[in-house]
């Protein structure tokens, strides 16, 4: 069996130019694994991750640099207007998946692909000031909603469909509320 890690942002509907060369090799990855799958005796498995959050993620990241702007208590965090609706799943819930597949290794097919996340969406607006008023209640926003524009092909919406991960046994513990909370405990 073979695990790959893919990203929301290399859907096939989705044409995010952002991202471009990252996405292409994802994609020419994944289809290079499925023909492989399908001429040889191996199981290629693409775990396609949606926003993955937690302890340890690269301080340049979306979360970790929001996290980093609220300590500093910045006085303004220009932004999209935050309509994007993501699928946040914290880190522990993907190690989880990743294992629920390994366990149950025997009944993947040659090849698949499993959407990890939570199957719920939430507005960037709303993660952000959650994320705020966990931290610092009562605090007034630092965040301009509305300040940048939004990228040509944004993706305005990604959530998992994890119906077939779920079959196998695997759901997600926390939910984005959760997650921030143990994000936080664990910093």
Not at 34 to 62: C, T, W
């Amino acid at each position: 069996i073979f695990l790959n890690t893919d990203s929301f942002f290399a859907k096939k509907d989705f044409n995010y130019q952002h991202m471009r060369p990252y996405i292409i090799t994802k994609r020419h990855f994944d289809e290079i694994g499925h023909y492989y799958a399908n001429m040889h005796d191996i199981s290629f498995v693409n775990m396609r991750l949606e926003h993955v959050y937690g302890p340890g993620d690269g301080e340049n990241k979306f979360i970790p640099y929001i996290i980093d702007c609220l300590n500093k208590k910045q006085s303004c965090v220009k932004c999209t207007t935050g309509e994007q609706i993501r699928d946040f799943i914290f880190v522990d819930d993907v190690v989880n998946a990743y294992l629920t597949i390994l366990e149950n290794r025997k009944e993947v097919p040659s090849y698949t692909e499993y959407q990890v996340g939570t199957g719920a969406g939430v507005s960037l607006k709303d993660f952000l000031v959650y994320l705020q008023n966990t931290m610092m209640p009562g605090s007034s926003s630092i965040f301009e909603f509305g300040a940048i524009e939004q990228r040509d092909n944004e993706i305005m919406f990604s959530v998992a469909n994890n119906k077939n991960l779920k079959a196998m046994g695997w759901k997600p513990n926390f939910d984005y509320k959760k997650g921030i909370e143990e994000l936080l405990k664990r910093l």
